[in-house]
Nanobody, 118 residues
Framework: VQLQASGGGLVQPGDSLRLSCAAA?????????MGWFRQVPGREREYVTQ???????RYGGSMKGRFTVSRDNGKNTMYLQMDNLRPDDTAVYYC????????????WGQGTLVTVSS
């Protein structure tokens, strides 16, 4: 497994949660754009955010301002800080990677479940 997502759990609306995505040592993150996606059963996978090796970020519409992506290339790890969580953020969150000059997300982690419920 080249990407390992962790940090999911059950939280209440308004709470915060931080997800981590650890890459295997043989995956040199300097060469990759890293991203987070999420999926609710029965629905299409949704783009959440991405971060380049230089720290440039992009966000999906409903996450901007509440979610913050970061990465530590020295630790081969990407993070997703999620604040002010809402019930509609409930999903399985996946981390992914693509080479800098590719448009194909071809490396995926196994997913971590985030449940936001009172």
């Amino acid at each position: 497994v080249q990407l390992q997502a962790s940090g999911g759990g059950l939280v209440q609306p308004g709470d915060s949660l931080r997800l981590s995505c650890a890459a295997a040592p043989e995956l040199t993150l300097d060469d990759y754009v890293m991203g987070w996606f999420r999926q609710v059963p029965g629905r299409e996978r949704e783009y959440v955010t991405q971060i380049s090796s230089r720290g440039e970020t992009r966000y999906g519409g409903s996450m901007k301002g509440r979610f913050t992506v970061s990465r530590d290339n020295g630790k081969n790890t990407m993070y997703l800080q999620m604040d002010n969580l809402r019930p509609d953020d409930t999903a399985v969150y996946y981390c992914a990677a693509r080479l800098m000059y590719s448009s194909t997300w071809d490396t995926w982690g196994q997913g971590t479940l985030v449940t936001v419920s009172s």
